[in-house]
């Protein structure tokens, strides 16, 4: 595509209930990465991605959060009984190869998540 | 971790005006970028600049990273600048791939 499309837009849930949030990258971009921003922050890492492995997923919160790539293009991010805490915008990321260095990093609108 | 400090939080400006946006951070780095985020959410990249200095247009940006700061110049703004502009980092000897943004600084530009 284009660009990094994220879907849902807008979700709004009830705590304890589960949540998936999917990314489709840009077309031929190997990495990905995800992304949390709550308001007034800047976004902080969660996970990321070369091809469908997590090369590094340090920033995922908890154990109720987990995201797959099975196939080395879509991600879904899975969130499991979800706290109000969990409220924020998720932001979905690839750039063409491994590593931002270099390399121009396109986000997607995000996906904003509210837990009621 | 490294710290990444923003200055200032918010500005507010007139169409035309010209302003400076500083971003400093707390250890050497290998890679330092800076987004815009429109009103509608989306971070687009404006500038990978670990050092030295780049111009795209109304647009420059300064990082000496001996001294551990990045400048971000508007010049001649206009209404379609507003939003948040943040700076982010990776640190040298790190991971190549993890960016570690600032709080950002909201800009309002009115016409």
């Known amino acids: 595509g284009a660009g990094v499309s994220q879907t849902p837009s807008n979700k709004v849930t009830e705590k304890g209930k589960y949540v998936e949030l999917r990314c489709d990258p840009i077309?031929?971009?190997?990495?990905l990465y995800w992304y949390r921003q709550s308001l007034g922050q800047g976004p902080e890492f969660l996970i990321y991605?070369?091809?469908?492995?997590?090369?590094?997923d340090s920033g995922l919160p908890n154990d109720r959060f987990f995201a797959v790539r099975p196939e080395g293009s879509v991600s879904t991010l899975k969130i499991q009984r979800t706290e109000r805490g969990d409220s924020a915008v998720y932001l979905c990321?690839?750039?063409?190869?491994?590593?931002?260095?270099?390399?121009?990093?396109?986000f997607g609108e995000g996906s904003w998540l509210t837990v009621v | 971790g490294i710290q990444v400090e923003q200055s200032p939080p918010d500005l507010i400006l007139q169409e035309g005006a010209n302003s400076t946006l500083r971003c400093n951070f707390s250890?050497?780095?290998?890679?330092l970028q800076w987004f815009h985020q429109n009103p509608w959410g989306q971070l687009i990249n404006l500038f990978y600049?670990?050092?030295g200095t780049k111009q795209n247009g109304r647009l420059s940006a300064t990082t000496v990273a001996t001294e551990r700061y990045s400048l971000l110049y508007i010049s001649s703004s206009q209404t379609t600048d507003s939003g948040v502009y943040f700076c982010?980092?990776?640190?040298?000897?790190?991971?190549?791939?993890?960016?570690?943004f600032g709080k950002g600084t909201l800009l309002t530009v009115n016409p």
């Open positions: 990321a690839s750039s063409l190869n491994g590593g931002h260095s270099g390399n121009t990093i396109y």
């Open positions: 077309s031929g971009h190997t990495a």
């Open positions: 991605f070369q091809g469908t492995g997590a090369a590094d």
């Open positions: 250890d050497s780095v290998n890679n």
């Open positions: 600049i670990p050092s």
């Open positions: 982010a980092v990776e640190l040298s000897g790190g991971s190549n791939y993890k960016l570690t």
